[in-house]
């Protein structure tokens, strides 16, 4: 089987995310990457070096510089003619452009999956994880988003894959890209963090976000997360939310602070190997799933850990 | 103007999904279920709309007769006119999206609005999947909408922050948490709910094959995660770290 590799980058290098599903790519057949973007010679370069690729089709044009999904998917659609499963990491550009895809290739996508158990059959998540539905497709080609956590990153070295041009397909005309605003910050990306600290509702306000959450984290050198509750009150930003309808990620060890454990926040963190919750209620669910719980005031246990540490 | 905004009537997000012993899928009989919260939202906004221009917002759902209740939801919500299409069968997205654009071809909206995901196969397709059948513009995660004339400009929750994109009409539009907070029918908007239209079809009234094309041969319970150990103190939760290795 011939697959495509459909490569998030943010114009200067391969973001991780790709990496794990390079890894799934492989367990189907021959790993083929598409780098598409507005002067991305330097990711394509970098791209050829990751470990197991064949060939690495590069679409330079104006039309593809912010991933809009509308122009993505017809030069994906053209490049099928050729291969037999397109994969795309399940972030917010991935999830974006799949879908639109299958769409035209008239399929229907298989949604972050888990495992690779044959040509034709993976394993996903349903009901925010809590349960994992064996599926099995009829469709000739096929169209399939990867979950990060659940596969291995490919080696960013080793590869020798060769590098081809693909003419552009124009844009579409029915969109245009106005800005954006990504959160600089100095931390570990979410996703491929070791350690996570995470805080929930009980901070009660951004100050303390950054005086009680942040410490703690920097002493571990930790990316910092956040409940749904968290976020929709404005303490942190979007994309700290972890969960069912935010970042799923599953690093060594999560520290869940003031947490209650929504099903919806555990869809997204329940992998993590070790999950340390601290909470003043000794009944909160967070404490079913966690390795070591504490039981108290996070405004008095928090700042004499991150002193301790 | 006028909006379509496609509900999926799932088990209610409160309501602790639980495996049959069977291995065949989620068990649904006697528990509660609702309205997609993503869904709730993608109405709410519609109706938010209707200072800007919007003067007719019609909500379809493709599922089972009880169905109904959730479309009747939305129409308690404040839209206008609903359409069932009726299939006791699980329709998969590519499926919806079809009806969908079927559906499209005869209202002509200006503006769909979906949710970005049905809580339980938590597939996040359908939006995306219509976008391309119908060739026109996709904002998906929308936590912003601004609605003119001829366009629609939509700022977008993407990995790392956010992303405006300018889309020219008609656009499909899939909803995020943050959008807004959505409403709860009043009581006599229940009652006066009751009186709206209902239109109900079939996937056979609109030439579309449903056929799935995903075979599910098993669901199962996640590997149980166990309750560890509970710690006295810091001192205690630090030498557990220092013994992991995550402190010196
Ligand atoms: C469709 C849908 C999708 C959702 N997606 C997500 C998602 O992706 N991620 C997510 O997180 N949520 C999500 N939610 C929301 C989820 O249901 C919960 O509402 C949310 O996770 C609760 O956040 P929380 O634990 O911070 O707040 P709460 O549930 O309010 O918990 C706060 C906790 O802090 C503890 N506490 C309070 N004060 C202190 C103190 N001084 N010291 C120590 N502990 C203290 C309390 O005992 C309590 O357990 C979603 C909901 C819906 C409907
Ligand atoms: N059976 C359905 N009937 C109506 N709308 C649906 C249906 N399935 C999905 N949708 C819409 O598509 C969105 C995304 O669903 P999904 O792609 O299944 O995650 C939902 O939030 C709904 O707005």
Known sequence: ?309 | MKVLVPVKRVLDYNVKPRVKADGTGVDLANVKMSMNPFDEIAVEEAIRLKDKGVTEIVVVSIGEQKSQETLRTALAMGADRAILVVSEEKVEPLGVAKLLAKIVEEEKPDLIILGKQAIDDDNNQTGQMLAGLLGVGQATFASKVELTADSVTVTREVDGGSETEMLSLPAVITTDLRLNEPRYASLPNIMKAKSKPMAQKTPADYGVDVSPRLTTLKVIEPAKRTAGVKVADVDELVAKLKAMGVAK
């Open chain 1, 1 to 309: 089987m011939k697959t495509l590799v459909w490569v998030e980058h943010d114009g200067a290098s391969v973001k991780d995310a790709t990496l794990a599903v390079v890894t799934a790519a492989s367990q189907l057949g021959e790993v083929h990457l598409l780098v598409a973007g507005r002067g991305v010679d330097g990711v394509a370069a970098e791209a050829a070096k990751i470990a197991g690729v064949g060939k690495v089709h590069v679409a330079d044009d104006a039309a593809y510089a912010h991933a809009l999904a509308e122009n993505v998917a017809p030069l994906i659609v053209d490049l099928m003619g050729h291969h037999d499963a397109v994969l795309f990491p399940a972030t917010s550009n991935g999830k974006n452009i799949a879908p639109r895809v299958a769409a035209l290739l008239d399929v229907m996508q298989i949604s972050d999956i888990l495992s690779v158990e044959s040509d034709d059959t993976f394993t996903r998540p349903i009901y925010a994880g809590n349960a994992i539905a064996t599926v099995q497709t009829k469709d000739a080609k096929k169209v399939i988003t990867v979950r990060g956590t659940a596969f291995e990153k490919a080696a960013t070295t080793g590869g020798s894959g060769t590098i081809e041009k693909v003419a552009a397909t124009g844009d579409k005309g029915v969109s245009t890209y106005v800005g954006s605003e990504i959160a600089k910050s100095e931390r570990p990306e979410l996703t491929s963090a070791k350690i996570i600290v995470s805080g929930g509702r009980a901070l009660q306000n951004s100050e303390n976000f950054h005086t009680i959450i942040e410490p703690l984290a920097d002493k571990l050198g930790a990316g910092v997360g956040a409940s749904r509750a968290a976020v929709d009150a404005g303490y942190v930003p979007n994309d700290y939310q972890v969960g069912q309808t935010g970042k799923i990620v599953a690093p060594e060890v999560y520290i869940a602070i003031g947490i209650s454990g929504a099903i919806q926040h555990l869809a997204g963190m329940k992998d993590s190997k070790t999950i340390i919750a601290i909470n003043k209620d000794e009944d909160a669910p967070i404490f079913q799933v966690a390795d070591i719980g504490l039981v108290g005031d996070l405004f008095k246990i928090v700042p004499e850990l991150t002193g301790k540490l």
